[in-house]
């Protein structure tokens, strides 16, 4: 994982969420309790995803930008057994949660149970996550996905989007967005780098050369395509796709998919290859 100049790898990854499990269970987390995440865009955002599932429970993640009352409102809607936050995002939850109900994952020691990996027993029909959008209303929304659709949709994606280990995977969306978790996981689970953008998308897919993004088609066409050869697998989404993405995308062998689908169906559930004269 790559975010600014910090890089994490696959086995500090996995040490420091196995950790998270083993504290977890250490306070009493159960199998699909429903654990809220306040943390940045960040390395410790990934592991505490993780370290939630690995300990059965269900995580909810919640963007630190959110105004206060939305965040109340989720935790409370979600009933949160517990919310990880970090140093950084502490202060926004200390005026809403007792100390008792808030983690800081900063005071996690990766020295604790490192050598003793947790025995995950979570079940195919239990909850991954909990994802709130906005409604029709206005009013956030919370929507329960479980194990066995996400892993359908990691398996998709993956082929979808020919996705292996010695890709770079573009993390574009807001964590709190079900179009992030199609970002995070089929890149994790192929082995491959997960790049977080920075204040400037562009400068990120640059620098990195990164060649697999999930972007709205807007997005895209903000990119140069003559500097961005490097960009091998794309997925548009999230709102109309204009012919001007085949035009300006589709003229090399790069691979272009155009896929849409609700919060409630895991992400998208339904692609279509794009392609010139077609």
């Known amino acids: 994982i790559f975010y600014n100049e910090f890089s994490t790898s696959y086995n500090q990854l996995n040490n420091f969420s196995n950790n998270i499990a083993w504290k977890l269970k250490s306070v009493g987390i159960k199998p699909n309790q429903f654990i809220a995440v306040c943390i940045e865009r960040s390395a410790n955002f990934i592991a505490a995803i993780i370290g939630i599932m690995l300990s059965g429970a269900a995580y909810v993640p919640i963007d630190p930008s959110y105004p206060e009352k939305r965040i109340e409102f989720i935790i409370k809607d979600c009933e949160a057994e517990i919310v990880i936050c970090s140093n950084e995002t502490k202060h926004i939850l200390e005026c809403i949660l007792k100390p008792s109900e808030l983690l800081v994952i900063e005071d996690i020691k990766l020295t604790d149970n490192i050598d003793k990996s947790f025995e995950c027993t979570a079940k195919l029909d239990d909850v ?145 290859q794009l392609q010139q004269n077609k």
Not at 162 to 180: E, T
Not at 201 to 228: M, R, S
Request: with cysteine.
């Open 128 to 272: 991954a996550y909990m994802i709130y959008t906005s409604g029709t209303t206005g009013k956030p929304k919370g929507v329960v996905i479980p194990n066995i659709a996400l892993s359908n949709l990691i398996i998709g994606h993956k082929k979808i989007m020919k996705l292996n280990s010695s890709d770079i995977m573009l993390q574009f969306f807001g964590i709190a967005f079900d179009g992030a978790v199609a970002e995070i996981f089929p890149a994790l689970f192929a082995g491959a780098t997960l790049v977080f953008r920075g204040d400037n998308y562009i400068q990120t897919v640059k620098k990195y050369k990164v060649t697999h993004a999930n972007l709205f088609p807007k997005a895209l066409l903000n990119l140069d395509e003559n500097e961005c050869k490097h960009l091998k697998s794309i997925q548009c989404g999230a709102e109309v796709c204009p012919n001007a993405v085949v035009d300006v995308w589709c003229k090399s062998t790069r691979h272009v998919v155009n896929a849409y689908g609700p919060t409630e169906a895991t992400v998208y559930v339904s692609s279509l």
